[in-house]
C-alpha cells in the first residue's frame, strides 16, 4: 500500500477535481454569489451599530432631538434585526448549497470510481489489499466533499471578508486599525506553524485509517484461520500496535489545536486591549467617537476569526486534495480487459480452440506454455494435474479474466478477444471450487438480482440439480438469508446453489473448477447429478480433483508446469502407463486406505 505523503499544493489537481462541478454549475454559482453576498454583509451590521451609537445614543440632545432618535433607534434596531436575520438565512443557504454540491460530486465520483474497479482485471485484486480500495471508495471520497462544503469555497469567503473588513477599518481610522492589528504578524506565524504542523499530522492520520481498514478487513474475512491457528493473542497485538498509531496520530493533531486556538484567543485579547488603550486616548483627545470604538471591538472578532479558521480550512482542503490525488490513481490505473470486440456471443455453439497459447501473470514467468487444444460444441473436456501445474489459469483466459500473452484462443472459430466482453462471459458460466455468496436470500444469490429469471424457473433448475429439497428444508426456503459469504450452508449446499446459478443462465459454455472437492460423499453424490445435468449439450471444461468423477469426460488433458503431456479418454490415458495412471493409482490406493 502506498502511502500519502505531503507536498505542495496541486493546482492542476484541484482544476481536475473541479471539472466534476460542471453538471452543477448553477449550485456552483449559487454558493459563490451567496459566499460574496455575507462577506459584503459581513461589516453592515457593526457600521449599523457605529453609526446608531454615534448619531443616536452619544451625543447630547434636546427633548425634541431625543424622542425623534429614539425613533431612530427604534428603525435601526429594526433594520439591524432584519440584517440579521438576512445574515442567518444565507448563512443556511450557503451550507446547504455547498453540501448539496460537495454530496452530489462525491456520489458521481464514487459511482465511477466503482465503475473503474469492477472493470479491473483480475491481477490488480491480485496485488491491491481490499481494505485499501475500500477506503478508496468510502473514505478518501468523502473527504473529497470537505473541498466544498469546508474548502476551497469557505476560504475564498474568508479571504474575501477579511478585505473586506479590513478596508472598513481603513475608512473609519486607518490609525486605530494599524495599532489593532500589530498582533497579526504573530498571528501569521502562528498559522503558519499550525497548517504544517497538522497537515503533516492529518497525512499520518490517512495513512493509519488506510492500514487499519486493511488490516480489519483481512483479519475479519479470514478469522476462521486465526482462530484455527490459535493466532488471536499474535494478531491482537498486531492490531493494538496499528491502533496505537491511529490514536497517536489524532492525539498529535488533537495537541496542535489545543496550542494554537488558546494563542490565538490571547492575540485578540491583545488587540482589544491595544484597542481599549488608544482609542480611549483618542476619544479623549476628541480624534475618535464611543461609535469608533464599538465598531473596532466587533471586527477585531469578525477579522480574527477566519484567519484563525483559515489554517485548518487550507489543511483541510489539502487533505481533500490528498484524497483526490489517492482516487484518482485509482482511476488512472489502466487495468481493465481491452473490451474492443463487437461479435455478440447470443448464438454460441461452442467450439473452444487453444492455439500455442502462453500466459504468465509477471512479466515471462510462464505459468502456460504453448498449450493447444480442441473441444467440440457439446464435448467435455477436463484437466487435471498437480496444484500449480496451470489448470485454473488456462480457464480464467476462457472468461477473459486474464489475457494470455502469445498465441490464439477462439471461440467457434473467431478469436476470443472478438466478442464483446459482457456478452461473452454472460455465456460462460462458471462454477468455483470456494463458491462466494452474498449476504442475501438465496433466490437472490441464484438471479444476481436478474428480473428476467423468475421463480419458477429458479425451482426447477434446483429441483433439475437435486437441491430442491434441501433449500426446501430451509427457514424461508428460497427467502433464507445465506448470511455473509453463504455461512449459513454446508459446502455442499453451497456449490449446488452455485450449480442453479449456472443452470438458470443458461451458458453454452460451463466451467467446472474442482467442484467435489473438500465435501461429503452425500454432497459429491449431489453434485455429480447436477454436473451430469449441468454439461448436457453444453462445451465443458472440468478442472477435476477426484479423478473418478471424470471418468466419462470426452477427452482428459494431463497439465504439469503449464504443458499439456498426456491427452486422450480416461481408458485410453491409463493404457499410456503415463502420468495420468500414477495419478489414478495413487487416489484409488488413498480411498482404499480411507476406507
Request: proline residues 2%; hydrophobic residues 45%.
Amino acid at each position: 500500500m502506498s502511502e500519502v505523503s505531503g507536498k505542495s499544493f496541486d493546482w492542476k489537481l484541484l482544476k481536475r477535481i473541479f471539472q466534476y462541478v460542471k453538471p452543477y454549475s448553477g449550485l456552483f454559482a449559487t454558493a459563490i454569489f451567496l459566499t460574496i453576498t455575507l462577506s459584503v454583509l459581513s461589516v453592515v451590521r457593526p457600521l449599523l451599530i457605529r453609526y446608531t451609537i454615534d448619531e443616536f445614543i452619544h451625543p447630547a440632545q434636546t427633548q425634541t432631538q431625543a424622542d425623534l432618535a429614539h425613533g431612530l433607534l427604534l428603525t435601526f434596531t429594526v433594520i439591524m434585526f432584519a440584517t440579521l436575520l438576512l445574515e442567518a438565512f444565507l448563512q443556511f443557504s450557503n451550507t446547504t448549497t455547498t453540501g448539496k454540491l460537495g454530496q452530489r460530486i462525491v456520489k458521481d465520483l464514487r459511482v465511477q470510481l466503482h465503475r473503474k474497479i469492477i472493470g479491473f482485471r483480475s491481477r490488480y485484486f491480485d496485488q491491491t489489499p481490499i481494505g485499501t480500495l475500500v477506503t478508496r471508495v468510502i473514505a478518501d471520497i468523502e473527504a473529497i466533499n470537505d473541498v466544498f462544503s469546508q474548502g476551497f469555497i469557505v476560504i475564498a469567503g474568508d479571504l474575501l471578508t477579511i478585505v473586506v473588513l479590513l478596508i472598513a477599518m481603513l475608512a473609519v481610522s486607518w490609525k486605530i486599525t494599524l495599532v489593532v492589528l500589530t498582533t497579526i504578524p504573530i498571528m501569521f506565524l502562528a498559522t503558519w506553524w499550525f497548517k504544517n504542523s497538522v497537515k503533516q499530522s492529518f497525512t499520518d492520520v490517512r495513512n493509519q485509517v488506510s492500514r487499519l481498514n486493511t488490516f480489519v478487513q483481512e483479519h475479519i474475512t479470514g478469522m476462521k484461520i486465526v482462530q484455527v491457528f490459535n493466532r488471536e493473542k499474535v494478531e491482537m497485538d498486531r492490531f493494538q500496535e496499528i491502533n496505537a498509531k491511529h490514536r497517536d496520530a489524532n492525539v498529535r493533531s488533537v495537541w496542535y489545536y489545543s496550542v494554537f486556538f488558546p494563542v490565538v484567543e490571547i492575540l485578540i485579547s491583545v488587540s482589544l486591549g491595544l484597542l481599549v488603550w488608544y482609542a480611549g486616548k483618542q476619544i479623549f483627545e476628541n480624534f475618535a467617537n464611543p461609535g469608533d470604538v464599538t465598531f473596532f471591538v466587533l471586527l477585531i472578532n469578525q477579522f480574527f476569526r477566519p484567519i484563525r479558521m483559515l489554517a485548518d480550512r487550507i489543511n483541510t482542503l489539502q487533505m481533500g486534495m490528498v484524497a483526490g490525488e489517492r482516487m484518482f490513481k485509482v482511476l488512472d490505473t489502466e487495468e481493465q480487459i481491452a473490451n474492443n470486440g463487437t461479435r455478440d456471443a447470443a448464438h454460441l455453439r461452442g467450439d473452444l480452440s487453444f492455439k500455442n497459447v502462453w500466459f504468465a501473470y509477471n512479466n515471462e514467468d510462464w505459468v502456460l506454455r504453448n498449450i493447444s487444444f480442441d473441444v467440440k460444441a457439446g464435448e467435455t473436456v477436463a484437466l487435471v494435474g498437480a496444484t500449480g501445474s496451470g489448470k485454473s489459469s488456462t480457464i480464467n483466459l476462457l472468461g477473459r479474466f486474464y489475457d494470455f500473452n502469445k498465441g490464439e484462443i477462439q471461440i467457434d472459430q473467431h478469436d476470443i478477444r472478438s466478442y464483446e466482453l459482457s456478452s461473452l462471459r454472460s455465456n460462460i458460466g462458471v462454477v468455483l471450487q470456494d463458491v462466494f455468496l452474498f449476504s442475501d436470500t438465496i433466490y437472490n444469490n441464484i438471479t444476481l438480482g436478474n428480473t428476467s429469471i423468475s421463480r419458477e424457473h429458479v425451482i426447477e433448475a434446483a429441483k433439475a440439480v437435486g437441491a430442491h429439497d434441501f433449500i426446501s428444508k430451509l427457514p424461508g426456503t428460497y427467502d433464507y438469508d445465506v448470511k455473509e459469504r453463504g455461512g449459513m450452508l454446508s459446502v455442499g449446499q453451497r456449490q449446488l446453489i452455485a450449480f442453479i446459478r449456472a443452470y438458470v443462465y443458461n451458458p453454452r459454455i460451463l466451467i467446472l473448477d474442482e467442484a467435489t472437492s473438500s465435501i461429503d460423499t452425500e454432497s459429491e453424490q449431489l453434485i455429480q447429478q447436477a454436473t451430469e445435468v449441468l454439461t448436457r449439450g453444453r462445451t465443458s471444461v472440468i478442472i477435476a480433483h477426484r479423478l473418478a468423477t471424470i471418468r466419462h469426460a470426452s477427452r482428459i488433458l494431463v497439465v504439469d508446469h503449464g504443458e499439456i503431456i498426456e491427452s486422450g479418454s480416461h481408458d485410453e490415458l491409463l493404457q499410456l502407463n503415463g502420468q495420468y495412471r500414477k495419478l489414478f493409482e495413487l487416489q484409488f490406493k488413498e480411498e482404499e486406505r480411507l476406507g
